[in-house]
T-cell receptor
Framework: ETGVTQSPTHLIKTRGQQVTLRCSSQ?????VSWYQQALGQGPQFIFQ???????GRGNFPPRFSGLQFPNYSSELNVNALELDDSALYLC???????????FGPGTRLTVL | AQRVTQPEKLLSVFKGAPVELKCNYS??????LFWYVQYSRQRLQLLLR??SRESIKGFTADLNKGETSFHLKKPFAQEEDSAMYYC???????????FGKGTTLSVSS
């Protein structure tokens, strides 16, 4: 068991609302990366945090934002939800950005 | 552009048959490539990475820079190999993994 946990497991929101997804990294892992996985697609990189600073960002709009805390937990916030935001959101942790990434089980977000 | 292409959505083979899951990439420079696997009801996990040159669960993958490929192979498929397989490339910034769309491998007896 890798030890990366995510909450909640499932979430239903309506268009225009805001959502916060949470991730708890393995102890000692200073890097967390977030991915969006739409149905039938591979995971797509949203952003990465290393030692509480953003360390890279994919092709996602600013309404996708994140935070990383000193206790190895992190958040993904999405404002002004759109129907296309419906997806599985994965977090992955690693000791440093170059190390193997360990994935959590994901949060399934449905936007109605 | 950095891109990973997995041309097959589904690959069905019989137990004991050879398996080859195709992966092609687009990248400038020396790529770092991975295969990830997701078994039913389990999370995504690393199967192998080209720099370690290991054989995991009988699977191997060789980087072919001339053909820009990183195909995953196993000589004799087992039913427990049935899963979703993703090929991935580390981006040039060294931060993100770029995934293909995945191939479902179905092994039947």
């Amino acid at each position: 068991e890798t030890g990366v946990t995510q909450s909640p497991t499932h979430l239903i929101k309506t268009r225009g609302q805001q959502v916060t997804l949470r991730c708890s990294s393995q102890s000692g892992h200073n890097t967390v990366s977030w991915y969006q996985q739409a149905l039938g697609q591979g995971p797509q990189f949203i952003f990465q945090y290393y030692r509480e600073e953003e360390n890279g960002r994919g092709n996602f709009p600013p309404r996708f934002s994140g935070l990383q805390f000193p206790n190895y937990s992190s958040e993904l916030n999405v404002n002004a939800l759109e129907l296309d935001d419906s997806a599985l959101y994965l977090c992955a942790s690693s000791p440093t950005p170059e190390d193997e990434q360990f994935f959590g089980p994901g949060t399934r977000l449905t936007v109605l | 552009a950095q891109r990973v292409t997995q041309p097959e959505k589904l690959l069905s083979v019989f137990k004991g048959a050879p398996v080859e899951l195709k992966c092609n990439y687009s990248y400038s420079g020396s790529p770092e490539l991975f295969w990830y696997v997701q078994y039913s009801r389990q999370r995504l996990q690393l199967l192998l990475r080209h720099i370690s040159r290991e054989s995991i669960k009988g699977f191997t993958a060789d980087l072919n820079k001339g053909e820009t490929s990183f195909h995953l192979k196993k000589p004799f498929a087992q039913e427990e190999d049935s899963a979703m397989y993703y090929c991935a490339l580390r981006n040039q910034a060294g931060t993100a993994l770029i995934f293909g769309k995945g191939t479902t491998l179905s092994v039947s007896s």
